[in-house]
């Protein structure tokens, strides 16, 4: 629920089964802020349902512990071998369940939406991306590449927030 007296706080995901990033941001105006980032790395050694259960308990544990208001995620990234895809469908599902059920808007962004809004250009690569969130986000440090794109993810949700109240 929202706040009057902070800043709109959005959980932003980028869902992986072996590491699932996440970042909070804080949204006042055109004003961004780091809250919080970090990453989920279920057992790799363990069943694929407890790993499920692993990404959905930790993002619900994000959830409990930085209350976001809104939460987004990046869309799952097709490539040739259709079990991985399938496998990554799995635990963006489940990345995306916690929200939902703490009654968070869930919004979906593509990879080059994602990285236009923070880069300028949908065909940077992690490094990039990186890079950027580094300088938008001086407080963050140096977070993982599974981090750095989570946070991108929430500062594409602020840009199409914003867009779309301007239009």
Not at 22 to 50: L, M, N
Not at 59 to 88: G, M, R, Y
Request: charged letters at 20%.
């Amino acid at each position: 629920m929202m706040n009057a007296n902070r800043p709109l706080r959005i959980l932003g995901l980028d869902p992986g089964l072996r590491r699932t990033g996440w970042g909070v941001i804080g949204v006042a105006g055109s004003r961004i802020t780091h809250i919080a980032h970090g990453v989920i790395a279920p057992d790799e050694k363990a069943a694929f349902s407890d790993r499920l259960l692993t990404l959905f308990e930790g993002v619900c544990a994000v959830i409990e512990q930085h209350a976001p208001d809104e939460a987004a995620v990046e869309e799952t990234f097709v490539n040739t071998n259709a079990q991985s895809t399938l496998k990554l469908g799995h635990a963006r599902a489940a990345s995306m369940i916690a929200p939902a059920r703490a009654g968070l808007i869930v919004a979906e962004y593509s990879a080059p939406v994602v990285k236009k809004a923070v880069v300028g250009t949908g065909a940077a690569d992690k490094a990039q991306v990186a890079f950027m969130i580094a300088r938008l986000l001086p407080t963050a440090g140096s977070p993982t590449a599974d981090a750095a794109d989570a946070l991108a993810v929430a500062i594409a949700h602020a840009h199409a927030r914003t867009a779309r109240r301007v239009a």
